[in-house]
């Protein structure tokens, strides 16, 4: 039933990101300077104006700029910057692949690693089995991979 509703959110997910992410991080890409002080240059707002409008200083404007460039600009300041700029802060991770493509790499890396060992036990044994057998053993561990708990114990 978890592994269903999981399914489900991925592919939920995956429909609000779309299948071109790179298009969706070069569009929200933060501006060199940072979105504070590029907003805010936009609309012709010093950073003493800004700072009124926050109940601040020029200084503490600048800080909290430079904070944002550095990334250690803490989301409700950011918060409060983009109600004084007359912005909605949108925050979101975007996916270098689709949720579900990331899912099926890691199951098939995870296992990948299982069957290895596990023939490479059985050849020095002597009794490895063939290639259609691993393969078949692989894509066994795949599907059961995919809907399992533990999908992510390992590490890449």
């Known amino acids: 039933m978890k592994s269903q509703q999981a399914a489900l959110a991925r592919r939920s997910l995956d429909n609000r990101v779309g299948s071109d992410s790179g298009v969706l991080i070069e569009t929200?890409?933060?501006?060199?300077?940072?979105?504070i002080r590029g907003i805010r240059s936009a609309l012709g707002m010093s950073a003493e104006?800004?700072?009124?409008?926050?109940?601040?200083?020029?200084?503490a404007v600048s800080a909290l700029e430079r904070?944002?460039?550095d990334g250690g600009l803490r989301l409700s300041s950011l918060q409060r910057a983009a109600?004084?700029?007359?912005c909605h802060l949108v925050y979101a991770l975007v996916p270098n692949t689709?949720?579900?493509e990331s899912v099926q790499r890691q199951a098939l890396r995870v296992a990948t690693g299982q069957i290895a060992s596990v023939d490479q036990t059985m050849l020095l044994e002597g009794q490895r089995v063939g290639d259609a057998e691993v393969t078949?053993?692989?894509n066994e561990r795949l599907a059961a991979l995919v809907g399992s708990r533990h999908l992510w114990d390992q590490m890449p």
Not at 28 to 35: D, H, S, T, V, Y
Not at 83 to 86: I, P
Request: glycine share 12%; net charge neutral.
């Open 28 to 35: 929200l890409a933060r501006p060199a300077g940072g979105w």
């Open 49 to 59: 104006q800004l700072g009124n409008r926050l109940g601040t200083t020029r200084q």
């Open 67 to 69: 904070s944002e460039i």
């Open 83 to 86: 109600e004084a700029l007359d």
């Open 98 to 100: 689709s949720f579900e």
């Open 136 to 138: 078949a053993q692989r």
